[in-house]
T-cell receptor
Framework: IAGITQAPTSQILAAGRRMTLRCTQD?????MYWYRQDLGLGLRLIHY???????GKGEVPDGYSVSRANTDDFPLTLASAVPSQTSVYFC?????????????FGPGTRLTVL | GQNIDQPTEMTATEGAIVQINCTYQ??????LFWYQQHAGEAPTFLSY??LDGLEEKGRFSSFLSRSKGYSYLLLKELQMKDSASYLC??????????WGAGTKLIIKP
C-alpha cells in the first residue's frame, strides 16, 4: 500500500505556464487537502474536498483550482504560474472531515516558478 | 483572528527531556494535533488531544488545557533522530487545521 503519492517530486516552471500537480491515495479516504508550506510560515490550506464530487476553498485559494472526479485523485492546477507560487506543496487525506480524523501527508512537490 | 504561537527553535541534549509549548486562538475548537516533520519530508502524525489532560504515547506525551488555549509536547529520552520540526495544529469549528510555523528541535550529543 503506497498511501499518498504526489507527482512530480520537483519542478521548475516559467511564469505564465500552466501546471498540474498530481495526488493519488489508495486508502479510500473521503477527505483530501492541498497545502503549501513556505519558510517561516505554517502550512496553509489551498483547497479541500470532503468527498468525491465536492471541493471547497481554503485560506489561500487564489490562482489555484482543484477537481475531485473520484475518491482517489485530487489534482491541483495552477492556471498561470507566478513567482509567489514558489513553494512546497503537500497533498493530504483523512477518512472523513471530523474532529479526530488524522490527516496523512504525501511526500510533497517542490515547485519553483521563475 | 486565528493564531498559533510556538517557539521557533529549541536545542536539547541527547537523553534529556524537552517540552515544546504551543498557545492558540481559534474560531471554535475541535481538538489539537501534533505532527513531526523532518527536513525535506512530509509531516507525520504524533498525537491528538481533544480533552484536557495528558496523553502519553511511548517517549512522547501531549498535554492540553482548553481554558488556557495551551498545549505542550513532551519528548523524553531524546535521540538524535528526534531532530525535526514539531508542528502544533488546533482544529477550528469548520474542522480545518490551523498550523503553527513549527518548532525546530536540535538535538546535540
Amino acid at each position: 500500500i503506497a498511501g499518498i503519492t504526489q507527482a512530480p517530486t520537483s519542478q521548475i516552471l516559467a511564469a505564465g505556464r500552466r501546471m498540474t500537480l498530481r495526488c493519488t491515495q489508495d486508502m479510500r479516504h473521503n477527505a483530501m487537502y492541498w497545502y503549501r508550506q513556505d519558510l517561516g510560515l505554517g502550512l496553509r490550506l489551498i483547497h479541500y474536498s470532503n468527498t468525491a464530487g465536492t471541493t471547497g476553498k481554503g485560506e489561500v485559494p487564489d490562482g489555484y483550482s482543484v477537481s475531485r472526479a473520484n475518491t482517489d485523485d485530487f489534482p491541483l492546477t495552477l492556471a498561470s504560474a507566478v513567482p509567489s507560487q514558489t513553494s512546497v506543496y503537500f497533498c493530504a487525506s483523512s477518512e472523513e472531515t471530523g474532529s479526530s480524523d488524522t490527516q496523512y501527508f504525501g511526500p510533497g512537490t517542490r515547485l519553483t516558478v521563475l | 483572528g486565528q493564531n498559533i504561537d510556538q517557539p521557533t527553535e529549541m536545542t536539547a541534549t541527547e537523553g534529556a527531556i524537552v517540552q515544546i509549548n504551543c498557545t492558540y486562538q481559534t474560531s471554535g475548537f475541535n481538538g489539537l494535533f501534533w505532527y513531526q516533520q523532518h527536513a525535506g519530508e512530509a509531516p507525520t502524525f504524533l498525537s491528538y488531544n481533544v480533552l484536557d489532560g495528558l496523553e502519553e504515547k511511548g517517549r512522547f506525551s501531549s498535554f492540553l488545557s482548553r481554558s488556557k488555549g495551551y498545549s505542550y509536547l513532551l519528548l523524553k529520552e531524546l535521540q538524535m533522530k528526534d531532530s525535526a520540526s514539531y508542528l502544533c495544529a488546533p482544529m477550528d469549528s469548520n474542522y480545518q487545521l490551523i498550523w503553527g510555523a513549527g518548532t525546530k528541535l536540535i538535538i546535540k550529543p
